[in-house]
Structure formats: C-alpha cells, structure tokens
C-alpha cells in the first residue's frame, strides 16, 4: 500500500473486489494513489449458488456495468471473470458493458480536482493490535478509512487516497482537508508533516487513536499530535469499548442535526489544552442507552468528545470515537451528515445537490477544460459481515432509476458552457452553477 511506480516499466497495477459496487470505488481510489494505471476485477455479483458454481445462465447487466463505470469515473479500467453459461449469453453481457465504457473512453483520466485527501495506513494496518475487546466485525483493518470513504463519498465531497509514504511535506499541500481515519500508526515525520500543513491552512480531521503509536506500533504516552489537535490523550480503556457513543453538539452549524448523534463504535477520553469544544460526551451510557433517551432530559456530560483547535493559519478537528469503522458497521445518516458538516468547513472547489445514489468524481484533463463524472450507484452500504453467498442472492441492481436535476455549483471555476457529451445536449449556466437534467446510469 504506497506507490510502486510500476507506470516507469509500462506494467499496470491490478486489484480485486469480490463484494458490490459499493467497494468498486474505493478500490479504484486505492489503485488510483498508487500512481500506475490501474484496474479493478469484480466476480460476477447475481448467482444461483445451488445450481451453478458461478454466473446464472442470465445475468443482470447493472451491477456490473456499474463496476465498469465505476473504475471509469475514479480514472481507471475494469476487469471481470467468472462469467459461466453458454458462450453467446456471455458474450453479449460483455459487449453490453463494454459498449457503455467505449462511450466514454476519451473522458478517462485527467488530474483530479483536489479537496479531501484519506489517508489509508499500511502502518496501522500491520502494527495496531488494541489490547481490548475486539469485535469479530474489526477483521478488516482498513475499517476506518473504507467507513470515512463512504461518507465522505456519499456526501458528494472530492476524495483522493494517500499512503504512508505520500504523508510528506508535498503530498497534501493541494488539498483542502485531510482525514487521519483512525491513522493509528504516524512516524515524527508524518505528524510533522500534517502539523506544517495545518500552520498553511489545510484542515486535518483526525478520529480516535490517531498517533499514539509510531509507525513500528510502539506506544507514546500521548498523541504525538496533541499540540496540533489541541487535546491530551487520557486513553480508551473501561467503559471505551465498541458501544453506543453519544454526542451532544455545542457548535451552532451543528446543532440543527439534533440534540443527539449516536454511533456504535469505540472511543477515547481526551482533555483540551488549546482546542474548542464542538460536542460533549453524553451521559447516556450502559446496555441499550437509547431506550432511556427522552427529549426534555438533560444528557449532557460536559466531558469533550468533538473539539477545532487554532494551529497556525489553519484549524484541526479531532473526534474521540472511530466514526470510520461505526459507520460501516451501522451506516446512520445522521452521523454521515455529522462527518459532512465537520469536513465542509473547509473550501469545496465543487458542490452537488443531487441524492445519496450520485457519486461524483472531476477531472482536469488538460487547461480549459472540467470533466464531472456523475454515476447513479444506488447499491445499499452492505454489512462486512454478510457472506458471499448472501450477497450474491439479494444484493444485485435489478434497476436503475434515473435522476432528475442534478445542481452542480463550481466555486473554483467559472464556466462558460457546459455540455453532455454522450448526448451532445447543452446545459445551461447561470452564474457558476449548471443544472443536469437527468442522470440515467452515468
């Protein structure tokens, strides 16, 4: 998991996806960071495990179409097997999905629009192992950054990945906002790093253990972060276990969510040095703590659990829980939006109002020139848990509907015109807004 320059020997780096198009596209950022051309492999998702050892004889075209487009949109290819049956019926599944890519070929690619850099964590995969209770769900250590990717993404904000070894005094200086989901694992260099961008501005939201360990996994006393982040770190021990966390928001932008937002994840205790408090530790706490939840009672604990903090030109927002990994293992809207209001304090380059099911990537393929990608994903976020077996007997698209006036709003760019180019339909500008009026598949 860093670059491995394989475009320097004209080889391409491949990788797999076994689940639904939900996972496409964060694979295809994964590949996409590594900076070689890339391509991503999906099994066929629809079978009928008792019948056939893979494809029924007539597959849904859908969801892997969507895998298609899906690498398309994040600048990649697509790869595809295990299509079983009679020759001709796979043959004109292949050709219906490689019609709609060869539709858009001349739109790949491009520099990527920059606003939230990921950081995913070969270090922390490798070398954080929590002494306490780990629940069977955690199998995965990517957890946290494939949890704040799926936020993020389906909040219609621009993501890029970044590995260990782009964490430099390069890397991120582009980017607007940078997310330590759970970035365990940091070097001294890394955290001085991330503290030099935050003095020019760049906005770091960190979750959880974010630095208590170098990147061998050896124990700090404290986050080597804190001065940044402007907290102490007290730990995540009794009490911190994954559970039910609770937060009060004190913070006005995000008081409108509600008088609570609740996820199920594990959480540190922290004290505040420099850093705002922006939501409170609720005192809602044992075995089903929202049972007892009640309007007109008073639940606020007082302890900081969300807190910004001044660091040179910039700010730094910490949050104590993993909201990363709970949002995989219980995707709620409201601690989606929580995340989404939290990361758009700093500047968005590209705004969209479009539903959930929009993902939207854009592109600077040469001067003049803005490519937004909108692809129509509908596909639910699915439990890690779920088997094979189960994914491949109800989760596949029998449908896709289309979506209707779509607003995209360019706060960096000023366009002049604006057109579909699979349809050649002109869309109208006002000011630095245009409007799509329908999104079929892509």
């Known amino acids: 998991m860093n670059p491995l320059g394989l475009e320097k020997v004209g080889a391409y780096f491949f990788i797999e996806t076994h689940r639904s198009v939900r996972e496409s596209g964060f694979l295809a950022k994964l590949g996409r960071a590594h900076g ?24 849904e075209r859908f969801t892997p179409t969507l895998h298609g ?43 990527t629009v920059k606003y939230a850099a990921l950081h995913c964590s070969q270090q922390t995969r490798d070398f954080y192992r929590p002494a306490r209770f780990v629940p069977d769900y955690r199998e995965v250590r990517l957890k946290p950054a494939m949890g704040a990717y799926q936020m993020l993404n389906q909040s219609h904000f621009l993501v890029d990945v970044l590995f260990d070894s ?15 989901s759970n970035s365990t694992c ?15 501005g760049v906005l770091p939201i960190a979750t ?52 609570l937002v609740s996820c199920v994840a594990e959480e540190s205790a922290i004290k505040t040095t420099t850093a705002q408090v922006l939501a409170t530790r609720s005192s809602l706490g044992g ?8 309007l007109e009672a008073e639940y606020d604990f007082g302890e900081p659990a969300v807190t910004i903090n001044q660091h040179g030109k910039g700010k730094a927002i910490y949050i104590s829980a993993d909201v990363g990994s709970g949002y995989l293992h219980n995707p709620h ?34 001067p003049g020139h803005l490519y937004v990608h909108l692809l129509n994903n509908p596909t639910p976020n699915l439990p890690l848990s779920l088997s094979r077996q189960q994914l491949r ?31 050649g339909q002109s869309l109208e500008v006002k000011g630095n807004s245009v409007r799509v009026p329908r999104v079929e598949l892509h």
């Open 186 to 200: 940091l070097s001294q260099e890394q955290c001085d790093a991330v503290g030099y961008f935050v003095e020019e």
């Open 36 to 59: 070689s051309p890339f391509c991503v492999w999906r099994h066929v998702l629809q079978e009928l495990a008792e019948c056939v050892t893979s494809s029924a004889p007539y597959p």
């Open 393 to 423: 007997a109800f989760f596949y698209l029998e449908e896709v509907l289309p979506i209707h006036d779509v607003m995209i709003r360019c706060n960096d760019f000023k366009p002049r015109s604006a057109r579909m180019p699979l349809s």
């Open 69 to 111: 487009l899906a690498g398309l949109a994040k600048g990649g290819a697509a790869v595809y097997g295990m299509f079983d049956g009679p020759m001709s019926l796979r043959a004109q599944l292949l050709k219906d999905i490689s019609r709609e890519i060869r539709r858009r070929e001349e739109y790949m690619g491009g520099e």
């Open 287 to 294: 075995e089903r703590p929202l049972d007892r939840f009640d």
């Open 208 to 259: 959880h253990e974010t630095s208590p360990y170098d990147e061998l996994g050896g124990k700090r006393e404290n986050l080597r972060l804190s001065r940044v982040l402007g907290v102490e770190y007290r730990g995540s021990g009794k009490g911190r276990e994954a559970g039910c966390v609770n937060y009060v928001p004190h913070d006005s932008s995000l008081e409108r969510l509600g008088y």
């Open 333 to 366: 809207p409201m601690l989606k939006r929580f995340v989404a209001d939290l990361a758009a304090r700093a500047w968005l380059p590209l705004e969209l109002e479009a539903p959930r099911a929009i993902e939207m990537t854009a592109f600077l393929p040469e």
């Open 166 to 180: 782009q964490l430099d005094q390069e890397h991120p200086s582009s980017y607007r906002t940078l997310v330590l």
